[in-house]
């Protein structure tokens, strides 16, 4: 079945500090790949998608590339900011009709501090 | 962007009553809504999914009698929680689907969740 692997929290950055959580995935085929972000008492947002290999997601200075190749779908950030603290999901979603349900990894949480 | 609300935000009830949280699309139509549970520190696990006017699929493990999911109308779900236990407590999240983006990625649009305690 399809699985996500992301690593372990809590991450703890100062501010302006470079950011990657990693994220690995399981799927049969060209899944769709997400990075969602939650923040205190909120629910889930988009921060990020790619939907093909060697894609790059991006919105607010956040970046995370499709390796097919490493089956992998890392978070980058070149630096943080405390407003970034939050706990991000990294999911997938299956190709083809029908097939729109999400997996999500555990979760990683980060702590930015001033 | 595309906007779903939860009500409500917060709940207390005591064991043995029922619950009921309502999930609705504001600006768009959801062809499919989805109910999630969060465990601290946790991640998300998907209990149903809900189709308009259909039964809802539920997974593995989820008590279908437990957890009454009604999905009436293209905006608006429903998951009552019935004769609730302590163990029930939990965050609560929803999700939609647009029903115009049918065809295209497979983007869900989350609610803020729901905060059960039960007593």
């Known amino acids: 079945g399809n699985s996500v692997t992301q690593m372990e929290g809590p991450v703890t950055l100062s501010e302006e500090a470079f950011l990657t959580i990693n994220c690995t995935y399981t799927a049969t085929g060209y899944p769709s790949l997400f990075w969602y972000v939650q923040y205190p008492g909120e629910g889930l947002q988009l921060l990020l998608k790619?939907?093909?290999?060697?894609d790059k997601g991006s919105n607010k200075g956040f970046e995370a590339t499709y390796r097919k190749e490493t089956t992998s779908f890392h978070l980058e950030k070149g630096s943080v900011q405390v407003s970034d603290s939050a706990v991000y999901f990294c999911?997938?979603?299956?190709?083809?009709?029908?097939?729109?349900?999400?997996?999500f990894g555990k979760g990683t949480k980060l702590s930015v501090i001033p | 962007g595309a906007v779903v609300s939860q009500h409500p935000s917060r709940v207390i009830c005591k064991s043995g009553t029922s619950v009921k949280i309502e999930c609705r699309s504001l600006d768009f139509q959801a062809t499919t809504m989805f109910w999630y549970r969060q465990f601290p520190k946790k991640s998300l696990m998907l209990m149903a999914t809900s189709n308009e006017g259909s039964k809802a699929t539920y997974e593995q493990g989820v008590e279908k009698d437990k957890f009454l999911i009604n999905h009436a109308s293209l905006t608006l779900s429903t998951l009552t929680v019935t004769s609730a236990h302590p163990e029930d407590s939990s965050f609560y999240i929803c999700?939609?689907?647009?029903?115009?983006?049918?065809?295209?990625?497979?983007?869900?649009?989350f609610g803020p969740g729901t905060r059960l305690t039960v007593l």
């Open positions: 999911a997938l979603s299956p190709t083809g009709a029908g097939s729109y349900q999400l997996t």
């Open positions: 999700s939609a689907r647009d029903r115009l983006l049918a065809g295209g990625y497979n983007e869900q649009f």
């Open positions: 790619a939907t093909k290999a060697d």
